[in-house]
Nanobody
């Protein structure tokens, strides 16, 4: 059974930075596009960032573009989300997700396209 385990969340002041990690196991990691989503209390899950199998293509939500960077290390089976210039509105539970794709498949922002999900890690940004 595929497992995705997020880490790196916590409490940070506005303007600060955090790096989230998502370690995958029981998975041929290089065959999966990886994405980050977040969900704040009372709100729907929101796409944040996605990275292709090779890491060559990325996409970001407008709300985080220029502040967040997604990356991956296929040898370590880990995807990262570097978050900078954090704002209180970034407060949410952040989850990583995996989507098995062929090499030429376009990357997707749709959560329904992702088969595997982690439990999430809480990020709280204080003002």
């Amino acid at each position: 059974q595929v497992q995705l385990a997020e880490s790196g969340g916590g409490l940070v002041q506005a303007g600060g930075s955090l790096r989230l990690s998502c370690a995958a196991s029981r998975i041929t990691f290089s065959r999966y596009a990886m994405a980050w989503f977040r969900q704040a209390p009372g709100k729907e899950r929101e796409f944040i960032a996605v990275i292709s199998r090779s890491g060559g293509n990325t996409d970001y939500a407008d709300s985080v573009k220029g502040r967040f960077t997604i990356s991956r290390d296929n040898d370590k089976k880990t995807v990262y989300l570097q978050m900078s210039s954090l704002k209180p509105e970034d407060t949410a539970v952040y989850s990583c997700a995996a989507r098995h794709t062929i090499l030429t498949a376009p990357i997707s922002r749709a959560d329904r396209d992702y088969e595997h999900w982690g439990q999430g890690t809480q990020v709280t940004v204080s003002s």
